[in-house]
């Protein structure tokens, strides 16, 4: 197994970690390490800008969506 060593962290962020950790009932590597895996879960911002392009554009003008807004609101 790998490990990863994080230097020069600055005192106030280590006290958040330490904080955060505490809260979470872990110890700050365990903390940190579910940190990375939920990050990694997620697509990098290349990956979701990629992804986003290639979805179909639309032709709105702002003032459909405002009136399609509107029209809801007052369907309640």
């Given at each position: 197994?790998?490990?990863?060593?994080?230097?020069?962290?600055?005192?106030?962020?280590?006290?958040?970690?330490?904080?955060?950790?505490g809260?979470a009932?872990?110890?700050?590597?365990?903390?940190?390490l579910?940190?990375?895996?939920?990050?990694?879960q997620?697509?990098?911002?290349?990956?979701?800008?990629?992804?986003?392009?290639?979805?179909?554009?639309?032709?709105?003008?702002?003032?459909?969506?405002?009136?399609?807004?509107?029209?809801?609101?007052?369907?309640r």
């Amino acid at each position: 197994m790998s490990n990863v060593q994080v230097k020069n962290l600055a005192p106030g962020l280590h006290e958040q970690l330490r904080a955060r950790a505490g809260e979470a009932g872990t110890t700050i590597s365990d903390y940190v390490l579910e940190l990375i895996r939920r990050d990694l879960q997620l697509p990098s911002r290349r990956q979701w800008l990629t992804a986003v392009s290639q979805l179909p554009s639309h032709d709105f003008h702002r003032s459909e969506i405002t009136d399609a807004i509107q029209a809801g609101r007052d369907q309640r």
